[in-house]
């Protein structure tokens, strides 16, 4: 395989897996991404570091573990974590510009308060915060100037305050805009102008690019036009099997985010529209992802051009009664999209276990660049030829809090996942009898062996990566002979 030197790569927010044609959803329409997995690689067991925006953003951009790099929550709720990416930590971009590359960035940064895409020497404007900024003036000139009206919405849908004192969380509503005149739109065409400017250094001057485009959606509240909010039948749409939560031998605060998200407010079908909706928002964001991709073909890049498409993490909408996402490791906000399409490289499945600080090193493998250092990812570009996944048969992911500092440590292995929780009740679920994790089997003594086994096996990975809630571990948690008194020891003594 010949590493071509352009990458276009496609973010999305709080994406779901099952809403995508090529990971098995048989009623939604997603040609473009479909179209792309078809001719690239599919992961299928790809997850995010840690289900937040800015954690799992900022582990992208710097190849670090979120407890590594600090970035531990969203500035807007931040809870004690870095606001941005520490001067000492590497960053995609240095190297990358360093070897002459073009770099743009377009659409959500929010990997810190202050610094956008420009702090780093890639073009983009910085738009800041977690959520379409429908009111930044770039976008509203963009409206005026093609003649689109403005932004409003219309038979909004609002959850119900858990403490009575009305309205909840706006969740969805309609655009009183046509699709031509969204912000997933905007974010498109500025995407192509610089692709286009871009394509013409790499034409004539052979300068090759990395540019990025990441869509605030479908991140709720789903505020999106007619056509693509009635573009599913509500009742063609299934509940999640998981609506069954009961919460029953769960860690308490799941049950509090429920009501905070106030997810049992709605009836079946009022979540089956608001699920439906959140397609229409997949499929309006799939139409501009294949505007670009037209665009690589019409411009002549596309047998020059890698083409990565992922999320920052999934959402619930409505999954174990549960709404955007939250203290809870379940695999709808932590296994994400993944697909790669590299010129020269055949079509395949790869059932390895990645993530998001892989495609770090990726991108520079791509540019033909060495990882950064320290990186606690690898590239993934060796299974793209079929090469065998060495030490990829398990994930261990992070959480630091969202709402209010909540830690939680996650493993996850082909059959088993095992969610350490020092503020409450441990999960250990069967995914093979279990895939919806609807029944925590941590204290089933049929499941003992496992327990042990998959709490070891996370305390090793945590002391191994220096992440400090291995401390924690060796003397709160089941490991048995698994634990490393000398190094405990020391840490203890250095308080």
Not at 381 to 406: C, I, K, N, Q
Request: proline share 8%.
């Amino acid at each position: 395989m010949t590493s071509p030197r352009n990458v276009l790569f496609l973010m999305t927010d709080q994406h779901r897996v099952d809403t995508l044609g090529c990971y098995g959803n048989p009623v939604i329409s997603t040609p473009a991404l479909d179209g792309l997995a078809a001719e690239g690689t599919r992961f299928d067991r790809f997850y995010t570091p840690t289900a937040i925006c800015t954690p799992a953003r900022a582990s992208l951009f710097t190849g670090l573990h979120p407890f590594r790099h600090g970035l531990l929550v969203n500035p807007e709720r931040n809870g004690g974590g870095r606001d941005e990416v520490a001067e000492h930590d590497p960053v995609m971009s240095a190297p990358l510009l360093a070897a002459g590359y073009n770099m743009g960035h377009v659409g959500k940064w929010h990997i810190g308060r202050e610094h956008g895409p420009e702090h780093y020497g890639m073009d983009g404007e910085h738009l800041p915060g977690a959520l379409n900024p429908f009111h930044h003036p770039s976008y509203e000139r963009w409206l005026k100037e093609r003649g689109h009206p403005p932004f409003a919405v219309e038979r909004p849908v609002f959850g119900k305050a858990a403490n009575g004192t009305g309205r909840g969380h706006l969740i969805a509503g309609r655009l009183k805009q046509p699709a031509a005149a969204t912000m997933e739109a905007f974010l498109a065409d500025q995407t192509l102008e610089l692709l286009e400017r871009y394509a013409r250094d790499f034409r004539e001057a052979g300068r090759p690019f990395m540019l990025s485009c990441h869509w605030y959606g479908p991140h709720l509240p789903y505020l999106i036009p007619d056509e693509y909010y009635d573009m599913y039948d509500p009742q063609s749409v299934p509940l999640p099997e998981s609506m069954a939560e009961t919460f029953d031998g769960k860690p308490e605060v799941q049950r509090r985010y429920s009501e905070y998200w106030s997810a049992d407010s709605f009836d079946a079908d009022a979540w089956r529209e608001l699920i439906a909706a959140y397609w229409g928002y997949v499929s309006l964001i799939d139409a501009q992802i294949g505007r670009l991709l037209s665009a690589l073909r019409e411009l002549g890049l596309w047998d020059d051009t890698a083409v990565i498409f992922t999320a920052d993490h999934g959402e619930f909408t409505g999954a174990h009664r549960l709404n955007d996402k939250g203290p809870a490791m379940y695999e709808d906000i932590y296994r994400i999209p993944g697909i790669i399409r590299v010129p020269g490289a055949p079509a395949r499945t790869v059932d390895a276990f990645a993530t998001l600080i892989d495609l770090n090193p990726t991108i520079l493998d791509l540019a033909g660049l060495p990882p950064q250092e320290p990186c606690d990812g690898e590239s993934l570009l060796p299974l793209l030829s079929g090469a065998p996944a060495e030490g990829r048969d398990s994930v261990t992911a992070e959480f630091h809090g969202h709402h209010f500092p909540y830690s939680q440590r996650m493993f996850r292995d082909r059959r088993h996942k095992l969610v350490f929780n020092p503020e409450g009740v441990h999960e250990l679920y069967d995914l093979d009898s279990d895939p919806h994790e609807l029944r925590n089997v941590y204290a089933v003594p049929a499941y003992a062996a496992v327990r042990r086994d998959l709490t070891v096996r996370l305390y090793r990975e945590l002391l191994h990566r220096g992440d400090p809630a291995y401390t924690w571990m060796s003397y709160m948690a089941d490991i048995g002979e698994g634990r490393a008194p000398d190094v405990d020891g020391v840490a203890d003594e250095l308080g």
